[in-house]
């Protein structure tokens, strides 16, 4: 493989690439900001003992310097550390969604681009094939364990969990970045392609409405969305796949 294609295939993303750097950075951080609280305690410490060897200095405001910079990092180490527990739940639905759309797809002639990095936002997976072009979101939320029945389902503008709505614009991120996706293959190739929306709930049983009028987001499970694909009644020629494919690509590449 020469360098040229090694930097293409560089540049494309695996399943959650984006995650994982946030993560990557996050770790860093804490890093950063750890060796600035024993930086600070060395200091103070050093105070004290001059303090009590030589007499000289009052150490009581490093001191206090030093508490300040311990609280307010215990502050941010919480809220750090909270962040990527969130942020590790979502690496591990990617990658298991990214690896079940290419074990169950890629045989069937679908290509499946991972991690799109968008306007302030990314695009989970894509899937372009036979049946169409598909913008996938993934979401690994906690499913209670408690033996009971629990349920994802939608009315088309909301998401419920069990029944009450979820406070979180899920259905409007599926839309808008399908939106997007179709504005840019509109860019790229200069005709208008349909991108379908869905939302893939990891191991949760997902009810989606079969209601006209409006353009419906899929809300499925991992098991759901390969079989929601591969029955899609749109059509897409091999032709136009491979169109779009490289497009795609390419874009990611030369960004």
Not at 13 to 31: E, K, Y
Not at 37 to 46: G, R, Y
Not at 71 to 100: A, D, F, P, Q, T
């Amino acid at each position: 493989m020469d360098r040229q294609r090694k930097n293409f295939l560089r540049k494309l993303h695996s399943p959650a690439q984006s995650l994982i750097d946030r993560a990557r950075n996050t770790f860093d951080t804490i890093i950063e900001e750890s060796l600035i609280v024993f930086i600070a305690w060395s200091l103070a410490l050093f105070e004290w003992m001059r303090y009590f060897f030589l007499k000289k200095m009052i150490p009581v405001p490093l001191t206090l310097v030093a508490i300040i910079v311990t609280c307010v990092y215990i502050i941010r180490l919480r809220r750090l550390s909270k962040e990527n527990s969130s942020v590790e739940k979502g690496i591990e639905g990617e990658k298991i969604v990214g690896r079940h759309l290419e074990e169950e797809l890629t045989p069937l002639g679908y290509y499946i681009i991972h991690d799109i990095v968008a306007d302030n936002f990314n695009i989970d997976h894509v899937v372009i094939g036979p049946t169409g072009i598909f913008c996938i979101e993934t979401k690994n939320w906690t499913k209670p364990t408690d033996g009971e029945h629990h349920a994802i389902t939608s009315d088309g503008k909301r998401i419920f969990r069990d029944g009450f709505p979820v406070e979180k614009d899920v259905i409007f991120q599926a839309t808008s970045s399908a939106k997007w996706l179709s504005r840019l293959l509109k860019q790229l190739t200069g005709r208008g392609f349909y991108v379908q929306p869905a939302v893939v709930f990891l191991n949760w049983f997902t009810i989606t409405p079969k209601k006209p009028g409006y353009d419906l987001v899929w809300i499925l499970n991992e098991t759901g969305i390969i079989d929601y694909i591969k029955k899609n009644f749109k059509k897409l020629s091999l032709d136009d796949t491979a169109l779009i494919v490289a497009q795609i690509k390419n874009h990611i590449v030369q960004k």
